[in-house]
C-alpha cells in the first residue's frame, strides 16, 4: 500500500493518506469493540484516521485503568475481609504458664529442681557421710542409729517415696507446658501460612493482571506516539514543500522584474 494513496475515513468519509490511519481488522479487540459500538456500520475493511483515534485510544486507556483499579479494590477487599475476623494476639506462653501455677505445683518444681542438681547430689553423700561417721566413731559415747543404719534406710526410703510423685507432678506440669508451646506454634504457623497465601495471591494479581494492563497502556501509548510523530513528520513535509514553492515564486518574480 502506497503512502501516497488516498483512502475513506470510514467515520467523517473524508479522505486522507494511507499513513495517516489504520483498518479496523488492525486494532485491539476492545478498542475495535468501542468504534463499532458508536459505528457499527463499520466493518474489519473500514479505514479509520488517527484523528479519530486518538479519541477512542484515550477512552480504552481510561477503561483498562479504571478495570485495574476495580480489580485492586477487589483484592485490597477480599483480603480484607478474610482478615479482619482473624486478629491474632501474640501470647507469652512462659507468662501464661506462670499464671496458672499453684502452690503446690510451685513446690514439686521446686523439688524436682533441686533433686536433679549436683548440689542435692554432693549434700546428700555429705549427709550420709556423717550420719553414718557418727553413729560408727560414737564421739562422746553418743549413739542414734547403730549399724546397720535401720533409722537411715527408713529416711531414704521415706525420702524416695515422697520425692518420686513430686518429680512425676513436675514432669507433667513440664508436658502440659510442651502441649501449650506446640499448641501457640501452631497458631502462629497457620497464622504465617494465611499471610504466605495471601501475599501470593496479591503477587499473582499483581504479575498476570497489573502487568498485562500495564502493557497494554504502553502499547496504545506508542501508537499514540507513533501516530503524533508520523503527523509531525507529514506536517514538516508539507512545510518543506510550501517553502520551496515559495521560493520558487519568489525566484520567478525575480526573473519576471529583471
Do not use: C
Not at 559415747?141 to 520425692?163: C, H, R
Request: net charge negative; charged share 25%; aromatic share 10%.
Amino acid at each position: 500500500m502506497s503512502e501516497e494513496e488516498w483512502i475513506v475515513d470510514g467515520i467523517d468519509h473524508l479522505n486522507y493518506r494511507a499513513v495517516e490511519g489504520v483498518y479496523l481488522s488492525e486494532l485491539n479487540v476492545g478498542l475495535k469493540k468501542l468504534i463499532l459500538h458508536d459505528y457499527p456500520e463499520l466493518s474489519d475493511s473500514s479505514f479509520v484516521s488517527n484523528v479519530h483515534l486518538v479519541k477512542y485510544r484515550l477512552i480504552f486507556m481510561k477503561n483498562v485503568i479504571d478495570k485495574a483499579t476495580k480489580k485492586n479494590d477487589y483484592v485490597r477487599e477480599t483480603v480484607y475481609e478474610v482478615t479482619k475476623n482473624q486478629a491474632y494476639e501474640t501470647m507469652d506462653v512462659q507468662e501464661e504458664w506462670d499464671n496458672t501455677i499453684t502452690f503446690g505445683q510451685k513446690i514439686a518444681d521446686i523439688v524436682a529442681r533441686f533433686g536433679g542438681s549436683w548440689t542435692f547430689i554432693i549434700s546428700f553423700v555429705f549427709l550420709m557421710a556423717v550420719w553414718m561417721a557418727f553413729n560408727v566413731l560414737k564421739p562422746f559415747g553418743l549413739v542414734f542409729d547403730a549399724y546397720p543404719f535401720i533409722l537411715l534406710n527408713l529416711a531414704l526410703s521415706t525420702l524416695a517415696a515422697i520425692q518420686a510423685p513430686l518429680i512425676m507432678m513436675s514432669q507433667n506440669r513440664s508436658s502440659d507446658y510442651d502441649r501449650l508451646q506446640a499448641k501457640n506454634d501452631y497458631r502462629v504457623n497457620q497464622k504465617s501460612e494465611q499471610g504466605i497465601r495471601l501475599l501470593h495471591t496479591k503477587i499473582d494479581h499483581l504479575v498476570q493482571q497489573d502487568q498485562s494492563d500495564l502493557l497494554e497502556i504502553q502499547k496504545l501509548q506508542t501508537e499514540m506516539l507513533a501516530s503524533m510523530t508520523q503527523q509531525i513528520a507529514d506536517l514538516q513535509a508539507s512545510n518543506q514543500e510550501l517553502l520551496g514553492k515559495i521560493r520558487h515564486l519568489e525566484r520567478t518574480d525575480d526573473s519576471v522584474s529583471d
